[in-house]
């Protein structure tokens, strides 16, 4: 009989990806639920895609990253990790708009750069990026 140990093999980069690809999932159906109360709507209804599970996922790439920038003042590094979601948020997008399936549109935003990132959505990716770098040192 063969028993499968709880120590199973499992690929810690596919872990992590699933760890930052959850916790982005549910962030932005906070920050959607609460952006909900600006249209006055109580039931704070939210939105995100399936696709958004995989751009989130990506930070499990970027970890090394988080070791290099330890030393770093905290705004600073929040800087940083901002430029890299900003980047790869337009990868993404720019991707998944070629493919037609793209789940957002800044076009209608004031700062938007080809509808895909939001200037004014900065202060939100650093706390984002300094998010997951806790998570990052919490899963060590």
């Known amino acids: 009989m063969y028993v499968i140990s709880s120590t199973a093999h499992t690929n810690p980069m596919i872990t992590r990806f699933i760890i930052y690809g959850a916790l982005g999932c549910l962030m932005e159906v906070l920050w959607t639920g609460l952006g909900s109360l600006r249209t006055k709507n109580f039931k704070l209804s939210s939105t995100t895609s399936l696709w958004m599970f995989f751009v989130y996922g990506m930070i499990a790439f970027i970890e090394p990253v988080f070791r290099m920038s330890a030393p770093i003042p905290i705004l600073l590094r929040g800087l940083i990790y901002a430029a890299l979601i900003f980047t790869g948020e337009f990868l993404t997008g ?6 037609e399936v793209c789940p957002w549109d800044y076009s209608n935003a004031k700062y938007h750069v080809k509808g895909l990132i939001r200037w004014d959505y900065l202060p939100a990716w650093m706390v984002a990026g300094l998010v ?9």
Not at 132 to 140: D, G, L, S
């Open 94 to 99: 720019s991707l998944l708009k070629r493919l």
């Open 132 to 140: 997951f770098e806790w998570v990052y040192w919490a899963i060590q």
